[in-house]
């Protein structure tokens, strides 16, 4: 597609229950994020994603947050048990491959609102 | 590790004013520096970067940002205003670690 999509755009769960949010990168991007934007927090890194190589998870406040991403592209942020704290906007990001000196720029999805009641 | 501090969360100029942004960042390695909008109910756009080279950068819309590494800022500017600059901006840095490490963001308020 033409940039980074995420679904669903908004999302309403009851606190307990466990939500999955996806995020289609850039064709041909091999490098994926997810950060986590909130009033009280800011802008967080969660997990990063880099071709074959293991993510970085170390952004990830818990171990009710997971992610993954399939065959290189799609990938999916789980989080189990939510809890109210977790209301927030989940934003994804790709880029290419980091090339040495030169970071390349990482371009992000609309976001996913998640509410948790 | 690194951080970024934001002066000020709201500000507010008339449109045709010069807009000034306040970006410090902490570093233990050389950084590369970022300028992220945000309109509403929108994903980040990137304005501008600055990773080697000229230490004032030219992004979109006339915005620029001069890296000062003795004053450890990233300010960014445009020299006039513009309705449809109101919007949130985000400065963030970055080793070769990939992740953002975003600001608190500055919310731009544009007035007639």
């Known amino acids: 597609g033409a940039g980074v999509s995420q679904s669903p755009s908004n999302k309403v769960t009851e606190k307990g229950k466990d939500v999955e949010l996806r995020c289609d990168p850039i064709s041909g991007h091999t490098a994926l994020y997810w950060y986590r934007q909130s009033l009280g927090q800011g802008l967080e890194f969660l997990i990063y994603f880099q071709g074959n190589s293991a993510p970085d998870k170390s952004g990830l406040p818990s171990d009710r947050f997971s992610a993954e991403r399939t065959g290189g592209s799609v990938s999916t942020l789980t989080i189990q048990r939510t809890q109210q704290e977790d209301s927030a906007v989940y934003l994804c990001a790709s880029s290419l491959a980091w090339q040495g000196a030169f970071e390349n720029e990482q371009y992000f999805g609309p976001g996913t609102r998640l509410t948790v009641t | 590790a690194q951080s970024v501090t934001q002066l000020g969360s709201h500000v507010s100029v008339s449109e045709g004013a010069l807009v000034l942004l306040r970006c410090n960042y902490s570093s233990s390695v050389p950084p590369y520096l970022f300028w992220y909008v945000q309109y509403p109910n929108q994903g980040l756009q990137l304005l501008l970067k600055?990773?080697?080279?000229?230490?004032l950068v030219k992004g979109i819309n006339g915005f620029e940002a001069e890296f000062k590494k003795s004053e450890t800022s990233f300010h960014l500017t445009k020299p006039s205003a513009h309705m449809s600059d109101a919007a949130e901006y985000f400065c963030?840095?970055?080793?070769?670690?990939?992740?953002?490490?975003f600001g608190q963001g500055t919310r731009l308020t544009i007035n007639p």
């Open positions: 600055y990773t080697t080279g000229a230490t």
């Open positions: 963030a840095v970055s080793s070769g670690a990939q992740k953002l490490v």
